[in-house]
């Protein structure tokens, strides 16, 4: 039974006999004095002792955890011996078969290659001259593939990244050696570091020369004179590559464009928008421009103002895009002076029409017209919403005549009128005991009798039976009017004590009604609301009813304080 010691060498540690420990520390001892005057001795003695750990892992095993003498001198054997690098000492004459052994496996180490990424002549990452050392040709056709596929395939970038990924890079002296098929051992280990020191001596010394010589200087502008060239040239090409893709773009944009402008004025269609601020919109530009343009202005010149002032541009657009897309350019000034002219007298015919409907808003008249309506028996008046077709909008209006922005509807369209929707709906306190009704209309003109006018000519019916007042969905005006924002609000006020009933119809038309609670418009209807000094109270809301008396107390006005010095019994 042999005696084993604990041997950390390079990091790892390693249990090995005592006879083996004692002939590899005098191996290394001896190397160790053998490069005391090497620059580079601790990086040689850690490389050493870095590949000595790597070939005594390979040694054991888990039926054999121990480093044997055996081993020590199979290590020995393949890294060499210290008197042979030297050259103090004959080779060896043994011929046992320790010998053998060593001879075979020096053979195999000379063989030995590996895969790295040369850090010493590397272009990105080392990765063409790593695999170039593994398979023993030049870098150079390598480096050339991969430009080529780069640049013609588009995968070469890719397929370099992944391998300068998986491709360890060569740090130490050792993994160099193995890197090039060279064989780990003293000799070749000294030497590869020496090598390096003194070519970094001889570079530090002749930096100082050269870097102010004018050879020196000549060759750093033409470098950068050529980064600079390369980097324009790439440059230019994507900016090239990228301009054909916008040219592309524009054409499409402008041929589709063009295609819906001459479609909606020819054709006479319909053209549909809808986002979140803009709900539904459909309208046709002859029904439009019928309902708002003034009579004195034709068709025909708010067609042409559109086709030269939208369509030049559109046209402008297509031609610069197909000019960029087949490289022509040459430039004709007399197209590009021509659709100036053409697109500055849309401008102009837009502007007028702009300005002649704008004229028309100059003033506003707001008239109030107060409506009779019968008390109801019983303090309660229903309020309800006429059932017609123009309620359920989405399922009866004609796409050819409807436009909805917002809360404001122009339901149809016919010779005599224009049906607008919806009206607003407010309930206030009365001053007296009965209910009272007053509808407020609105509209603009080019004066303030014109403004009267419309305001006057705006019909909405209101109908009475028994207790339920029955409201219209919509208003009319006269297409002669034109529309001038053409307003309409109707203004219940209930005396205090007396209740209102809101139907669910009624969600329409209602608007911003107080009430105590500060319940929303919607979740008022199908409710009954009693009129309190404090505003409307909900009767029969769940969670909100109130007891008689407290009611009472609500419906009661506080009486008017006393004089001082006076008590209220």
Same mark, same amino acid.
């Given at each position: 039974m042999?005696r084993t010691?604990t041997?950390?060498?390079?990091?790892?540690?390693?249990?090995?006999e005592? =006879?083996?420990?004692?002939?590899?520390?005098?191996?290394?001892t001896?190397?160790r004095?053998?490069?005391?005057?090497s620059?580079?001795?601790?990086e040689i003695?850690?490389d050493?002792?870095?590949?000595?750990?790597?070939?005594?892992?390979?040694?054991v /095993?888990?039926?054999?955890?121990?480093?044997?003498?055996?081993?020590?001198e /199979?290590?020995? *054997?393949?890294?060499g011996?210290?008197?042979d690098?030297?050259?103090?000492?004959? +080779?060896s004459q043994? %011929?046992?078969?320790?010998?053998?052994?060593?001879?075979?496996?020096?053979?195999?180490?000379?063989k #030995?290659?590996?895969?790295?990424?040369?850090? $010493?002549?590397?272009?990105?990452g080392?990765v063409?001259?790593?695999?170039?050392?593994?398979?023993?040709? $030049?870098?150079?056709?390598?480096?050339?593939?991969f430009?080529?596929?780069?640049?013609?395939?588009? /995968?070469?970038f890719?397929?370099?990244?992944?391998?300068?990924i998986i491709? +360890?890079?060569?740090?130490?002296?050792?993994?160099?050696l193995?890197?090039?098929?060279?064989?780990v051992d003293?000799?070749?280990?000294?030497? *590869?570091?020496?090598?390096e020191?003194d =070519?970094?001596?001889?570079?530090?010394?002749?930096f100082?020369?050269?870097?102010?010589s004018?050879e020196?200087?000549?060759?750093v502008?033409?470098s950068?004179r050529?980064?600079t060239?390369f980097a324009g $040239?790439?440059?230019?090409?994507?900016?090239?590559?990228?301009?054909?893709?916008?040219?592309?773009f524009?054409?499409?944009f402008g041929?589709?464009?063009?295609?819906?402008?001459l479609a909606t004025?020819?054709?006479?269609? %319909?053209?549909?928008?809808?986002? /979140?601020?803009?709900?539904?919109v459909?309208?046709s530009?002859?029904?439009f421009c *019928?309902?708002a343009?003034?009579?004195g202005? +034709?068709?025909?010149?708010?067609?042409?103002?559109?086709?030269?002032?939208?369509?030049?541009?559109?046209?402008?657009i !297509?031609?610069r895009g197909?000019?960029?897309l087949?490289?022509?350019?040459?430039?004709?000034?007399?197209?590009?002076?021509? *659709?100036? !002219?053409?697109?500055?007298?849309?401008v102009?015919?837009?502007?007028?029409?702009?300005c002649?409907?704008g004229?028309d808003f100059?003033?506003?008249?707001?008239?109030?017209?107060?409506v009779?309506?019968?008390?109801?028996?019983h303090?309660?008046?229903?309020?309800?919403?006429?059932p017609?077709?123009?309620?359920?909008?989405e399922l009866?209006?004609n796409?050819?005549?409807?436009f909805?922005?917002?809360n404001?509807?122009?339901?149809?369209? =016919?010779?005599?009128?224009?049906?607008?929707?919806y009206?607003?709906?407010?309930?206030?306190p009365?001053?007296?005991?009965?209910y009272e009704?007053v509808?407020?209309?609105s509209?603009y003109?080019?004066?303030k009798?014109?403004?009267?006018y419309?305001?006057k000519?705006?019909?909405?019916?209101?109908?009475?039976t028994d207790? %339920?007042?029955?409201?219209?969905?919509?208003?009319?005006?006269?297409?002669?009017?034109?529309?001038?924002?053409?307003?309409?609000?109707v203004?219940l006020?209930? +005396?205090?004590?007396?209740?209102v009933?809101?139907s669910?119809?009624?969600?329409?038309?209602?608007?911003?009604?107080?009430?105590?609670?500060?319940t929303?418009?919607?979740?008022?209807?199908?409710r009954?609301?009693?009129?309190?000094?404090?505003g409307?109270?909900c009767?029969d809301c769940?969670?909100l009813?109130?007891?008689?008396?407290?009611?009472? =107390?609500?419906?009661?006005?506080p009486?008017?304080?006393l004089?001082?010095?006076?008590? #209220?019994?």
């Open positions: 042999n010691i041997m950390n060498l390079s990091g790892i540690i390693f249990h090995i005592e =006879d083996a420990y004692d002939k590899l520390n005098k191996y290394l001896t190397i004095s053998y490069f005391k005057d620059d580079g001795r601790d003695m850690s050493i002792e870095s590949r000595i750990a790597e070939m005594l892992q390979e040694k /095993s888990k039926t054999k955890q121990a480093v044997l003498m055996m081993d020590v /199979s290590v020995i *054997a393949v890294m011996k210290p008197e690098f030297a050259g103090d000492a004959e +080779p043994n %011929t046992n078969t320790n010998g053998a052994t060593a001879e075979n496996a020096t053979h195999q180490q000379t #030995r290659r590996r895969l790295f990424r040369d850090p $010493d002549d590397k272009m990105v080392g063409c001259s790593g695999i170039a050392h593994y398979f023993d040709f $030049d870098p150079i056709w390598l480096r050339a593939a430009a080529i596929s780069f640049f013609v395939f588009g /995968s070469g890719l397929l370099y990244m992944i391998l300068m491709m +360890p890079k060569a740090k130490t002296i050792a993994e160099k193995e890197m090039r098929g060279e064989k003293i000799n070749n280990i000294g030497k *590869a570091v020496n090598e020191f =070519d970094l001596k001889k570079r530090m010394k002749n100082g020369s050269e870097i102010g004018k020196t200087k000549e060759r502008r033409s950068a050529q980064a060239e $040239d790439v440059l230019g090409h994507m900016a090239r590559v990228f301009g054909k893709i916008f040219a592309v524009l054409v499409f041929v589709v464009l063009m295609v819906v402008l004025i020819f054709g006479r269609g %319909t053209i549909s928008i809808f986002n /979140s601020s803009v709900n539904n459909h309208f530009l002859y029904e *019928a309902a343009v003034p009579n202005i +034709p068709i025909e010149l708010i067609v042409t103002g559109l086709i030269l002032f939208v369509g030049v541009p559109l046209l402008s !297509i031609y197909i000019k960029h087949f490289g022509i350019k040459e430039k004709n000034r007399i197209v590009k002076y021509t *659709a100036n !002219i053409l697109w500055l007298i849309g102009a015919i837009m502007i007028y029409i702009g002649m409907v004229t100059n003033e506003e008249t707001v008239m109030k017209q107060d009779a309506i019968q008390q109801p028996l303090n309660t008046l229903y309020l309800d919403m006429k017609t077709t123009e309620d359920d909008i009866t209006y796409h050819n005549r409807h909805y922005l917002g404001w509807s122009m339901m149809s369209k =016919d010779d005599e009128n224009f049906r607008l929707g009206p607003e709906l407010t309930i206030v009365a001053e007296g005991i009965n009704l509808v407020i209309k509209a003109g080019h004066d009798k014109e403004a009267a419309r305001a000519n705006i019909e909405y019916v209101v109908t009475q207790s %339920t007042i029955l409201f219209n969905s919509y208003y009319d005006i006269k297409t002669g009017d034109k529309l001038r924002a053409q307003d309409l609000k203004l006020k209930v +005396p205090v004590g007396k209740i009933f809101l669910k119809r009624m969600e329409k038309i209602i608007y911003n009604i107080d009430n105590v609670t500060n929303y418009d919607g979740d008022m209807v199908n009954r609301w009693i009129m309190t000094v404090k409307l109270q009767v769940n969670g009813e109130r007891t008689a008396s407290q009611m009472e =107390d609500s419906l009661v006005p009486p008017p304080p004089p001082p010095g006076q008590k #209220r019994l």
